[in-house]
């Protein structure tokens, strides 16, 4: 077999623009699996070994799904981001401003919002937290080209008075409890989608970096190095 041929031949595809826009969905997939196992192994070792009891075999095996279980999160909601975005483009002949929203809204919904386990609730409060800190700088901003789109977001009724007030009954309070998680993870995710791509440095800088890694440079590369190998 003619490895150098091979790849010669994998060069010639991976830099062919009529196969750039699909190519970006495979890098985004490959960037979110690399970068979630990067962040989440070293914490898991260290949390699983400290306070976690069981053998050495069971640890590893905690510390193994915990690292397979947060790449495969972000490698599945880059795809469905990036791909999302890309059938919005296509269809409209153009992006427009609430496409990022929308594909942050339905992938935060797929990924996160169906299932909640401790690895996707650390994940989505630490979304929702940047996004809000974002919100707060972006408020003082002086105004530019672009238009804040308001979002509300809202805040838990811990006493009951909200329900009491609607008179709704205890049927719909627990379909209300049930949603919410949904509904907050969704929102999450597409908050921090649309603010990094309209208002990027509004965002804590390990939170933009994280997704320059994984969206942004999943448009760029000119080897199959840096395509698969390495981000850039």
């Known amino acids: 077999m003619d490895v150098s041929g091979l790849q010669a031949a994998l060069e010639r595809m991976i830099l062919d623009p009529k196969y750039h826009a699909p190519l970006t969905l495979v890098k985004a997939v490959r960037n979110g699996l690399v970068y979630g196992t990067k962040v989440r192994f070293p914490h898991a070792l260290v949390m699983i070994f400290l306070f976690r009891s069981g053998t050495l075999q069971e640890k590893f095996r905690l510390i193994f799904k915990a690292t397979r279980l947060h790449a495969r999160n972000l490698a599945m909601f880059a795809l469905i981001y990036k791909g999302t ?64 789109v308001g979002a ?44 990094f791509r309209w208002y ?26 840096n395509f698969l190998i390495h981000n850039k």
């Open 152 to 195: 509300k977001y809202g805040g838990r009724g811990g006493s009951g008075f909200l329900g009491d007030a609607l008179g709704l009954s205890v049927e719909a309070r627990e379909s209300i409890r049930k949603g919410s998680w949904p509904v907050f993870a969704s929102l999450s995710w597409a908050g921090v989608m649309w603010m």
């Open 85 to 148: 975005m890309l059938a919005l483009s296509t269809a409209q002949g153009r992006e427009r401003g609430a496409d990022s929203f929308l594909a942050g809204l339905l992938g935060g919904y797929y990924v996160f919002g169906r299932y909640k386990s401790s690895v996707s609730q650390q994940i989505v409060i630490y979304v929702f937290a940047r996004v809000i800190l974002g919100v707060a700088q972006l408020a003082f901003q002086p105004p530019g080209d672009n238009t804040l």
């Open 200 to 225: 990027p440095d509004m965002l804590q800088p390990s939170m933009k970096s994280s997704m320059v890694y994984i969206y942004e440079n999943a448009d760029k590369w000119d080897s199959f190095r």
